[in-house]
């Protein structure tokens, strides 16, 4: 870990980019049916199939390993059936960048040549990974630099999956065969919070998330993910029967006129339509609270009003509500809200009966604060007049 006085450091890391072989299939991101059916096809008897499964899995999200012939529990003519037939692969690391407050931020290259960004954010005793499901944002929010940029794809499963390995890689947290386990966790929790909307990729987060979720590899809790959304309201009850994680909303405003602006995918599924489709959220309970997120923009959404209407509109639905401080980026229309004015509206939501933590932000200085993920390669800036004429100011 660093120290939190250190300086911003980036690492640029020269790793070659591994490419598939010989139509060589990853591995990485296969749900065990779809890894046992792979082996299956590669020559694996049937019979061996289950039990080949577990070993290979245990290698790969257990012990992080990524070379075949080290898989000492399999014979070594299976080794090289495995290594003629597939790969072990994640993204690359491009860049890291380590903030004043020890946040990580990695420029990560999948295939095609693009990029995303994924954040570590350490914190005592535990530490959250931020993960990206797409190449850019089709949703255009406002105060979002990530949907400043273009969708260019959706991430597949295994880099999905990758960013998690990746990021455990740099952090040395993979058990060494033979030795003592270390139980700190490092990476304790991950959030879909990174660029693109999850839901517009169900299947492939869905099965990234079964693979991280196993308890026999990565290992985290259902408890221990959780999923932001910006309504996507079709696939809401599909995410609590199909993956069970957390939902977490990115709500932002209290009326439909702003919401809008804000977040235009309201017109497609306003204020109403969504919450509806929270209140009949199938795992909906008060151990397992909907998270609205609420970014505090200066003179837009932060009036005492604001803060009445939004325990209103929620009222029945168990629920916190994550106050944001708006993260500023270049030729961002918005500016954060005052301290005091933050504070007045999580007092009147807190008196109400709501949980309303204040986000404190980390990672600014490397941008990797919350709305502030961009990728290198996209980065062509639009004028502050051409932003906020798109945000409708």
């Keep these: 870990m660093t120290d939190a006085t250190a300086p911003i ?37 049937e019979k061996q199939a289950k039990m080949r499964v577990g070993q290979i899995w245990q290698w790969i999200y257990h012990f992080g390993l990524r070379d075949f012939a080290a898989m000492t529990n399999l014979a070594k003519d299976y080794r090289a059936l495995l290594a003629e037939h597939f790969t072990i692969e994640v993204p690359e690391v491009v860049s890291r960048q380590i903030s004043a407050d020890g946040t990580r931020k990695y420029l990560v290259r999948i295939a095609g040549g693009h990029e995303v960004e994924t954040v570590y954010i350490p914190e005592e005793n535990r530490g959250t990974l931020c993960i990206s499901s797409q190449v850019g944002c089709t949703l255009t929010c406002s105060f979002c630099h990530t949907g400043t940029q273009k969708l260019v794809r959706n991430l597949t499963a295994g880099e999905i999956v990758g960013q998690v390995m990746l990021a455990r890689d740099d952090l040395g947290e993979w058990p060494v065969p033979g030795e003592p386990k270390d139980e700190t966790r490092l990476v304790s929790n991950v959030v879909l919070m990174g660029m693109g ?27 221990r993910i959780t999923l932001s959304t910006s ?56 151990s397992e609270r909907i998270t609205f997120e609420y970014v505090m923009l200066k003179g837009v959404n932060d009036s005492d009003a604001d803060a009445r209407r939004l325990v209103k509109l929620i009222a029945g639905i168990p629920a916190k509500i994550n106050l944001i401080p708006f993260n500023e980026w270049p030729g961002a229309p918005y500016e954060r809200s005052d301290w005091e004015r933050i504070e007045a509206f999580a007092d009147i939501v807190y008196k109400a009966g709501y949980a309303s933590p204040i986000r404190t932000p980390r990672g600014e200085d490397i941008m990797a604060a919350c709305g502030q993920l961009k990728s290198a390669t996209e980065r062509a800036r639009k004028s502050r007049a051409e932003i906020a004429a798109e945000a409708g100011l």
């Design 197 to 223: 909307e999850p839901l517009y990729n169900f299947d492939n987060v869905r099965d990234a998330m079964k693979v991280v979720m196993d308890g026999e590899g990565l290992t985290l809790s259902r408890r």
């Design 9 to 45: 450091t980036q690492d640029v890391i020269t790793i070659p980019r591994k490419l598939p072989e010989g139509g060589r299939t990853n591995l990485v991101g296969l749900t065990r049916d779809q890894l046992r059916d792979a082996l299956i096809a590669a020559g694996t008897p």
């Design 231 to 286: 309504g996507v309201v079709p696939e809401i009850a599909r995410a609590a029967e199909e993956i069970g994680c957390l939902l977490a909303v990115s709500f932002h405003a209290t009326t439909d006129e702003v919401r809008d602006r804000l977040v235009p995918i309201n017109k497609r599924w306003n204020i109403e339509t969504l919450l509806n489709a929270l209140r009949e959220y199938p795992r909906l309970s008060n």
